[in-house]
């Protein structure tokens, strides 16, 4: 079955960088379109970026735009998300995302907390 698995979250000071990645398994992982989320405490879970299955284009929220960088390796079935100059607004619960015709697969997230 599909399985989505992160890691790299932490704990950073402000200003800081942390590289997420996303191990996954159980489907033609360069055949499809990739992307993080992110959930803040309190609110609601929203894209952060993401990539084309051949990395042909990405695509980021404005808030992160210029400061974090979508890849993915497709021999390694690895996906990553390296975020510099982090802020505290980055705080949240990142998720690794993929979905196909009516079918949608999440990882369980990982933390990312930016504080001093």
């Known amino acids: 079955q599909v399985q989505l698995v992160e890691s790299g979250g932490g704990l950073v000071q402000p200003g800081g960088s942390l590289r997420l990645s996303c191990l996954a398994s159980g489907f033609t992982f360069g055949a499809h379109a990739l992307s993080w989320y992110r959930q803040p405490p309190g609110k609601d879970r929203e894209l952060v970026a993401a990539?084309?299955?051949?990395?042909?284009?990405?695509n980021y929220a404005a808030s992160v735009k210029g400061r974090f960088t979508i890849s993915r390796d497709n021999a390694k079935n690895t996906l990553y998300l390296q975020m510099n100059s982090l802020k505290s607004e980055d705080t949240a619960v990142y998720y690794c995302y993929v979905g196909w015709f009516e079918d949608d697969y999440w990882g369980q997230g990982t933390q990312v907390t930016v504080s001093s």
């Open positions: 990539i084309t299955a051949l990395s042909e284009m990405t």
